[in-house]
């Protein structure tokens, strides 16, 4: 007596391997390609603005510490010579009386420039970012400090306490 058998071939069975774009058409194919391509970019666009963000905050929040340090050695210098130095660069010299007020490293603010004046019973330091996007800073003899997003701070402008 013969026996017949039948085999059957399950589709996912195949030996050939099969991709995830198989049944496809042409049209189709290329139309994912972009979408997979665009969703690529635009997750790396995100990863660099997140990262430019970070630098951002991490300088603003480097150069509100500097402020605070620097506001600390004018209050001390008002206090040991009756008025405010003329220059912050003053802070740096020792005399009899006392040591250098700050480090010269100090007086370095990554990413701005500062402009001092001083008075005999009051000082104003401004701070401008080199992107004029980013935070302004604005101090006087009262310590608070002021900042502004995208233009200069001023002394009404909102506190800054970050």
């Known amino acids: 007596m013969v026996e017949i058998r039948r085999i ?3 589709p996912h069975a195949r030996s050939e391997p099969h991709h995830i774009l198989d049944g496809l058409t042409a049209t189709n194919k290329l139309l994912a390609s972009i979408l997979a391509i665009g969703i690529a970019f635009g997750v790396l666009w995100g990863v660099i ?3 430019e963000a970070m630098q951002t ?4 929040a480097i150069t509100l510490s500097l402020i605070r340090s620097v506001t ?19 802070l740096l010299e020792s005399g009899e009386r006392n040591p250098p ?3 010269p490293r100090t007086l370095e603010f ?3 420039a500062f402009d001092y004046g001083a008075t005999p019973g009051g000082y104003v330091l401004r701070l401008a970012p080199a992107d004029t996007r980013g935070l302004y800073f604005y101090v006087d003899q009262s310590g ?3 900042g502004k ?7 009404g402008s909102p506190e800054w306490r970050r």
């Open 8 to 10: 059957y071939r399950l």
């Open 144 to 146: 608070v400090i002021r």
């Open 149 to 155: 997003r995208g233009s200069p701070a001023e002394v």
């Open 101 to 103: 007020y700050v480090s």
């Open 57 to 60: 905050a991490k300088r603003e």
């Open 49 to 51: 603005a997140g990262g």
């Open 72 to 90: 600390t050695a004018l209050d001390t210098y008002f206090s040991a010579n009756n008025r405010y130095p003329p220059a912050l660069m003053t």
């Open 110 to 112: 990554p990413g701005y």
